[in-house]
């Protein structure tokens, strides 16, 4: 048992703190006070672990014992679980209340040096709008991930509009002369059809599928799908239960970004937005690399939550920000083995009648292995949070304060769109202009100068550019991301 936990208190607590942790404790479970069912046996590991714990020979040898046991298991995990919260104490309500917490998957300290094989599709649209510099720029970029690949790896290359058809095939895709001369034959036409891209492409990972390979597709597209939006969501879905992620590219305007989203969020991949193809190459440089540095395989996430909490909302802050909705199961994407996996849940609380503990959620953490590994057992770990008459007196953690900002920023935009599709003009203009104070006070004035030229734009012509729309959703979007470092 883990005794620091139970009381808790950090590892390198005083005499003092360990003190006043049990007394809190024994003023929350103690029988005479409490008769919910399990509350008598809290109480008693509680005096266990104060016992122990205040005894300095006896703390000695369990502390020894403790981090024996806790460095085989780290050396063991392919994934951590790591909670934070926005603060420490819920209150006794009889009202609801709102609490945020991080959840964070981290890799584990010194992860296995073999990198699992890369099995890649990329799918590019050629329909007649990604005639000239789009399609020359789609070119060089994929080329520069062909160049990037090793021997283990596999790829291969769809071009589609209103069909289809693979143009470099995995042999091909080896031969990086032989792969250029393929794509230069692409030519733009028609029109665009996603789902016969998606249908072709997942066919093509699957075929090449291997134990413990990170199986991924790249869709880069400038133009609406129509009449197979439900399709393409369905295979995402089933893209997902196969371990392959999807990046969507969408360059220009003139995509759909509600569709794009949710293709990525349903299978765990990530929405890129670019006004213009100019940074293809930096964006392949920067999907090989995370596709080069996995520890786990599409990490999902399911809960059982606590019948006093609804989840609100939750959303993915590192390693690329996405909205990820309101329900269990959550398809997170693959695990960095040089980075971390931060999602914030925002939970609504019914009242709560009494003090005490609140096990928020358990969590089920499962993923695939990595190379030849088998699939990972699955891991379960518990949200606990404290619930009191008093007044949280501890400070909020930090990240979770920055990342409520952030959501709040990036809902004004939605909720600004949404206002201005249903003709509350007025109300999504001064909504516009007070997120552009905001994102002038944090130092982001380029996104607020886009912010005033769009509630301008409304004012005048009673609508909001495409190009506009975008540039804000995007832009807030991205000021999700957390800081890079990973706490332990």
Request: proline letters at 5%; glycine letters at 6%.
């Amino acid at each position: 048992m883990d005794y620091y936990e139970i009381l808790g208190i950090p590892r390198d607590a005083t005499t003092e703190d360990i003190r006043r942790a049990y007394r809190r404790a024994a003023q929350r479970l103690h029988p005479d006070k409490n008769v919910r069912p399990g509350d008598t046996q809290l109480f008693l590991d509680a005096s266990q672990a104060y016992e122990l714990l205040s005894d300095p020979m006896r703390r000695a040898k369990y502390d020894a014992q403790l981090e024996a046991i806790v460095a085989k298991t780290v050396s063991e995990a392919r994934l951590d679980v790591r909670f934070g919260h926005g603060r420490q104490n819920l209150l006794v309500l009889d009202e609801p209340q709102m609490h945020y917490m991080l959840l964070e998957i981290l890799p584990p300290k010194n992860p296995s040096p073999q990198r699992a094989p890369i099995n890649l599709c990329v799918l590019i649209d050629r329909s007649t709008s990604m005639r000239g510099e789009r399609m020359d720029r789609v070119r060089r970029a994929t080329v520069s991930i062909l160049e990037s690949l090793t021997p283990d790896d596999s790829a291969s290359i769809v071009a589609f509009g209103d069909r289809a058809e693979v143009v470099v095939t995995p042999k091909q895709a080896r031969k990086v002369k032989v792969a250029r001369a393929r794509l230069s034959q692409i030519q733009a036409g028609g029109g665009t059809e996603i789902a016969r891209a998606l249908e072709t492409g997942l066919a093509q990972v699957r075929s090449r599928s291997t134990q413990g390979s990170v199986n991924h597709v790249i869709l880069i597209t400038d133009g609406r799908t129509y009449g197979d939006e439900q399709v393409c969501i369905d295979m995402a879905t089933e893209a997902a239960a196969d371990r392959i992620t999807i990046n969507t590219v969408g360059i220009g305007t003139d995509w759909s970004d509600a569709l794009l989203d949710e293709v990525a969020r349903l299978s765990g991949g990530s929405t890129i937005y670019m006004d213009s193809p100019s940074a293809l190459g930096d964006l392949m440089d920067r999907i090989h690399h995370s596709l080069s540095h996995v520890a786990a395989l599409q990490v999902l996430v399911e809960a059982d939550v606590a019948k006093e909490a609804v989840l609100r909302s939750a959303f993915r802050l590192r390693p690329d920000p996405l909205p990820l909705g309101d329900a269990f199961p959550m398809s997170l994407g693959h695990l960095p083995s040089d980075d971390k996996i931060s999602v914030m849940l925002e939970w609504m609380l019914y009242p709560l009648a009494e003090s005490g503990e609140l096990e928020l959620a358990e969590f089920h953490v499962s993923s695939g292995g990595i190379g030849s590994e088998e699939e990972a057992p699955q891991l379960t770990s518990v949200a606990r949070i404290h619930v009191s008459e008093e007044p949280d007196s501890d400070h909020p953690d930090e990240d979770v304060l920055s990342a409520v900002g952030a959501v709040t920023l990036y809902r004004m935009q939605e909720m600004a769109r949404i206002e201005a599709s249903s003709g509350q003009f007025e109300q999504a203009r001064q909504r516009l202009e007070n997120l552009a104070k905001h994102l002038e006070t944090i130092g982001e004035s380029k996104l607020a100068k886009r912010a005033r030229s769009e509630a301008q734009n409304l004012k005048q012509t009673k609508h909001l550019s495409s190009e506009g729309e975008k540039a804000l959703k995007y832009g807030s979007r991205a000021l999700l991301l957390l800081p890079r470092s990973v706490k332990r």
